[in-house]
């Protein structure tokens, strides 16, 4: 059973009840003042017509002289339970005796007072009976019956009856319907809703949202809620769209990277097995095939040679393991690695970052300073993973820029430290910007020209978010870039 049918039913259920209940009230009331009102008269005809006689021996006055007496409604007859008479009618009033109307009568052991609706000769009448006794006794000696036409006011009650009938059949039909209809237009909405999920679910429609009619209703923040979901999941999807289409960047560059180094070790190895291993057999066989052709190593040139070999080898293994620390490093960051943390001196920690920066490999010059805003400062951080953010920033500078300066300077802002490294490369255009800390993220101009895998600046990042600190990047396409982490200062110390 579908909800719109089950809200209808009990929305019906519910009117229907109501319906009764206000119809059995106002027919009870009307019933009731139409009943009172004929039992009122019936009571005060049958009173004055008792006091009229002056006892039974003698006739009652039953003509239409009798006080309160109404003989175009009103009906009175006389029964005479005596010994004598046991059980006749001795008298009626004019109005019924010309009809030949007598009212059906109890025996005198039922004979009591009454109200009671009777049909005698198929005209209705609402009788009251009051008996008679002796004075002074329960002995009861005679009935009075005084009837009143009823006709009318019965006609007027089964009228009613049918009214409140007919009209909550009619009234709970057109409720019926009603509910149907508001049910209907109050559940589209949610027809709406199930027909977004519905194209949603085929994955072509992630931008799809569902129009809001009356945002202040229970629909509407059903609405607003699941098209703020449905913003959610589209970002998400796209997010993983993007991530899916780095990673598999990331796999192209990685595997490019480390093929080349694989390759050179391996050619590296193979040409020291020749020199060592196999070259003697392999110049033995030159020499009795090709003696013309045929050229014999010196000791010396076979430890040129290996030597060349060698280092060639211990670059690419470096290269490698820059690689793999990277990857560690990213690794850690989605694990949730928490880093140990303290007080750390930022002036040691440049000079060191300098000093091992002279040695790196490079094209551009290299300056340090100025680095007075240092003195004294400590920041709360991790100094490993400080002077790592320091030198992914350097060798930056060192890569893209093939001929300038690199220099390392601090300055301070407020309740801030700046590290800066700034340089006179090539620059960053200014919609590369937003994108430059992504992971496997790489500047279309540096691709194919410098080496890198697209990691370094991802993880400074998430160095610097560790820290609490942000990275503020300067740049001009073709004049150079300036990167400066602001870490906030944990304590500052001053000499006395």
């Known amino acids: 059973m579908s909800i719109r049918l089950r809200l209808t039913l009990w929305y019906s259920g519910l009117l229907a009840v109501a319906l009764v209940a206000f119809g059995l009230i106002i027919y009870n009331v009307i019933y009731h003042n139409t009943i009172s009102g004929m039992r009122t008269r019936l009571v005060q005809v049958a009173t004055k017509v ?18 309160g007496f109404d003989a175009s409604v009103i009906a009175i007859q006389l029964v005479d339970y005596t010994p004598q008479k046991s059980g006749i009618v001795a008298g009626k009033s004019t109005n019924i005796m010309r009809s030949n109307l007598t009212f059906p009568f109890p025996d005198q052991e039922q004979a009591d007072r009454r109200f009671l609706k009777k049909e005698v000769e198929g005209t209705p009448f609402y009788i009251y009976e009051l008996p008679i006794v002796i004075k002074g006794t329960s002995t009861v000696i005679g009935l009075l019956q005084v009837g009143v036409l009823a006709g009318g006011e019965f006609a007027l009650l089964s009228q009613l009856r049918s009214i409140l009938w007919f009209a909550g059949a009619a009234g709970l039909i057109a409720a019926f319907l009603l509910g149907m209809f508001l049910s209907r237009k109050a559940l589209m909405p949610i027809n709406r809703v199930t027909e977004a999920a519905e194209r949603i679910q085929s994955g072509s429609e992630l931008s799809l949202r569902i129009p809001r009619e009356k945002p202040n209703d229970e629909i509407g923040r059903l609405t607003d809620t699941l098209n703020a979901m449905l913003s959610g999941v589209e970002r998400a999807y796209k997010n ?3 991530s899916n289409a780095a990673q598999r960047r990331f796999v192209s560059d990685a595997s490019h990277e480390l093929r080349t180094p694989l390759t050179t070790i391996r050619g590296n190895v193979d040409l020291l097995e020749k020199i060592w291993v196999g070259g003697e057999a ?6 009795e095939n090709a003696a013309s052709t045929a050229v014999v190593l010196t000791e010396e040139e ?50 060191e970052a300098a000093r091992r920066a002279a040695f790196l490999p490079r094209k551009a010059e290299w300056a340090v300073g100025p680095l007075d805003a ?12 400080l002077l790592q953010l320091l030198f992914i920033l350097i060798e930056n500078g060192f890569k893209y820029t093939p001929s300038g ?9 407020d309740n801030a430290i700046g590290l800066s490294v700034a340089d006179t490369g090539i620059g960053i255009a200014l919609e590369e910007v937003p994108h430059i800390f992504e992971r496997f993220y790489r500047v279309d101009v540096s691709r194919g020209e410098t080496s890198g895998t697209g990691l370094g ?15 503020e990047v300067q ?3 073709g004049e150079g870039t300036v990167f400066t982490l602001w870490l906030p200062v944990q304590r500052e110390e001053k000499p006395a």
């Not at 990042?461 to 942000?470: N, S």
């Open 302 to 351: 076979k430890r040129g040679m290996s030597l060349e070999s060698i280092r060639d080898i211990a670059d690419e293994a470096r290269r490698m393991s820059g690689l793999v620390n990277h990857l560690l490093s990213l690794a850690r960051a989605d694990a949730g690695y928490v880093m140990e943390m303290g007080d750390v001196e930022l002036l040691p920690l440049a000079e």
């Open 50 to 67: 008792e006091a009229s006689g002056s006892g039974f021996t003698r006739e009652y006055n039953l003509n239409s002289s009798s006080p």
């Open 475 to 477: 740049t001009r396409l």
């Open 405 to 413: 300066v690199v220099r390392l300077y601090a300055a301070r802002r």
């Open 282 to 287: 392999e110049q033995r066989e030159d020499i």
């Open 240 to 242: 993983l769209e993007d």
């Open 374 to 385: 240092l003195t004294d400062v400590k920041v709360r951080g991790n100094r490993d993973y």
């Open 457 to 471: 600046l991802s993880i400074a990042k998430w160095i610097a978010d560790m820290h609490h600190a942000r990275i």
